[in-house]
């Protein structure tokens, strides 16, 4: 149904999957808080885009706003198991377009996904998710190596040397 507006504010879990077989596999952004667990279909290149785009975003954080508290002497990032998707597997839309954002009052990130609309006479729904920067490196890490499970580029055969001429 367009026009929703989701935002979740404490955010306990965030990751990246997929269900389906090889070549018809659904791509998923979820999100969880305390209470809900909110569902979203992406694309594999939105991912991949995710991903890489939140790397560069942690790495400007850390140039122009480096943490105050130093980090905590284990690794507080979630486990690949804490990182699966779980129910609803059903998407309440599907992601046109995917943003990061950074409060530097609350030292907080927020992902901004908007719905992709055929008719733009229609509002779009919009999830906006509030993450810190360790949730964030565990988004990008996990994207990337859910990404790479993916088909081979069958442009490639094997053969990056070919691909780039």
């Known amino acids: 149904m367009?026009?929703?507006?989701?935002?979740l504010h404490s955010v306990t879990r965030i990751t990246v999957g997929y269900v389906g077989k090889p070549g018809q596999r659904l791509f998923l952004l979820q999100a969880s808080?305390?209470?809900?667990?909110?569902?979203?279909k992406i694309e594999k290149e939105q991912?991949?885009?995710?991903?890489?785009t939140a790397r560069e975003l942690l790495e400007n954080l850390e140039t122009e706003y480096p943490e105050t508290e130093a980090p905590a002497p284990t690794d507080p990032r979630p486990s690949s198991d804490e990182l699966a998707l779980t129910e609803p597997f059903e998407p309440m839309f599907v992601v046109g377009q995917i943003g990061l954002g950074y409060d530097r009052n609350r030292d907080m990130i927020v992902l901004a996904a908007q719905e992709l609309l055929?008719?733009?006479?229609l509002e779009p729904s919009t999830a906006r998710f509030w993450i810190d920067r360790t949730q964030l490196t565990a988004l990008s890490d996990h994207a990337l190596e859910v990404v790479s499970q993916g088909r081979p580029n069958p442009r490639l055969n094997g053969n990056l040397k070919a691909y780039l001429q």
């Open 47 to 52: 991912a991949s885009a995710l991903a890489n």
């Open 118 to 121: 055929l008719d733009e006479a």
């Open 2 to 7: 367009p026009g929703q507006h989701i935002e």
């Open 33 to 40: 808080d305390a209470v809900d667990t909110i569902t979203l």
